[in-house]
């Protein structure tokens, strides 16, 4: 089944190409690819007018939230895609979502009505939605490889490459295309763990100098907005 309720830590490293090609050597044996193995995961961001959650992210409070429709690869109205509720405070991430076909996800989110889910996740969903009047604000997306711990399963590493965003055609199924956010041989590495990380992990970043950063795709994008880089149709690549 299909998880709906996250609670984990989760850290970020950004790589460069050669630390990500060592580490590889360091979880062999230890971490294994998913079910999904390698694959795109594409996000809309929804937000107020004047881009509350965005600059409250780049601030780094206590205590933030977002919410976010994300799907595997391009959907067609009928084909699953996630409403995702995600708040962090202290640390420790919190996660909520509920699965839909992309129509109904759109329609309610234009409307709040949904005739297919009366669940509590979707009622917080509804609330948040009160407490903030939001629209489309954001596409990105990226490549993900993601990572299970053999011997703990809850245990996962991803690694995000070739993040790209755009603020114009803000579709699930208007393609993949948009700016480049990354640096050329950058890699995010997310680690997610409910508890403490294992000592073998902690030791092997120790020794490739792989250190935590704090990096929001979401805050990156609507930072480098504020910049003048503009993400548009005129960097469009092929999907």
């Known amino acids: ?35 999904y193995g390698q694959y795109t995961i594409c996000n809309l961001y929804y937000d107020t007018g004047r881009f509350d959650l965005a600059r409250a992210s780049i601030e780094k409070p206590v205590y933030k939230e977002k919410l976010r429709m994300r799907c595997y690869g391009i959907p067609g109205d009928e084909n699953p895609v996630f409403l995702e509720l995600k708040k962090k405070y202290d640390g420790v991430v919190y996660k909520r979502r509920v699965t839909l076909p992309y129509a109904d996800a759109k329609r309610f ?3 709040g009505v949904c005739e297919t889910d009366d669940s509590q ?8 939605m009160k407490t903030y009047p939001v629209e489309e604000k954001a596409f990105i997306c990226y490549d993900r490889v993601a990572l299970t711990g053999i011997e703990n399963p809850e245990l996962r590493v991803t690694f995000d490459s070739n993040i790209r965003a755009r603020l114009t055609d803000l579709g699930l199924d208007m393609g993949t ?3 480049g956010v990354l640096e050329p041989g950058e890699t995010l590495m997310e680690i997610k763990v409910p508890g403490a ?32 880089l503009y993400f548009g149709r005129e960097v469009a690549a092929s999907a």
């Open 109 to 111: 989110l234009r409307t």
């Open 177 to 179: 295309w948009g700016t």
């Open 1 to 35: 089944m299909t998880q709906t309720i996250f609670e984990r830590y989760e850290k970020k490293y950004m790589l460069t190409h050669s630390q990500y090609e060592v580490l590889q050597t360091f979880l062999e044996g230890k971490m294994t690819p998913d079910v």
């Open 121 to 128: 996740i979707m009622d917080e969903i509804r609330y948040f």
């Open 197 to 228: 990380f294992p000592t073998w992990l902690g030791r092997a970043l120790s020794e490739l100098q792989i250190f935590p950063t704090s990096f929001s795709k979401y805050g990156t994008c609507y930072s480098r907005y504020l910049s003048g």
